[in-house]
């Protein structure tokens, strides 16, 4: 069975002096398939090379999405206003409190440690917990 995760919120390109505009769209998660950002209009052109980061906030958490490149663009006329939705890839993500600029700075180690309480009574070993 596949788990699938969508974090709503607004999207922006991170810069010196903030976010200067922002983008609603949608960060879909799944163990099924690759993450990717829906996005209701367009956060930057597709014409420019190279991977950006790209920050959001969803549900009051702080999401930086690093390597991020626009995969498809469409877009069309609705009412008489243009529109551009953007669906952008990526190569990895955090989800936490504050914002990340760069994958290379990320300074932390996630660790699972299982204790076998009975290898340790059978030893003699005094547990303090």
């Known amino acids: 069975m596949a788990t699938t995760?969508?974090?709503?919120?607004q999207w922006w390109v991170p810069d010196?002096?903030?976010p200067?505009?922002?983008v609603p769209g949608v960060l879909t998660l799944s163990d099924s398939?690759?993450?990717?950002l829906d996005l209701h209009g367009d956060l930057y052109d597709i014409h420019?090379?190279?991977f950006r980061t790209v920050h959001g906030n969803s549900g009051g958490r702080a999401?930086?999405?690093f390597e991020t490149y626009i995969d498809s663009?469409?877009?069309?006329?609705?009412?008489?206003?243009?529109?551009?939705?953007?669906t952008i890839k990526l190569s990895g993500l955090v989800i936490g409190d504050s914002h990340v600029n760069d994958a290379d700075e990320l300074?932390?180690?996630?660790s699972v440690i299982e204790l076998d309480y009975l290898t340790y009574w059978a030893r003699g070993v005094k547990i303090a917990v």
């Open 48 to 50: 420019e090379l190279g």
């Open 20 to 22: 200067s505009r922002t």
């Open 107 to 110: 300074a932390f180690t996630e």
């Open 63 to 65: 999401v930086s999405l």
């Open 73 to 86: 663009e469409k877009g069309g006329f609705t009412n008489g206003q243009k529109y551009t939705d953007q």
């Open 16 to 18: 010196s002096n903030g």
């Open 33 to 36: 398939t690759e993450p990717r």
């Open 5 to 9: 995760e969508q974090l709503h919120g």
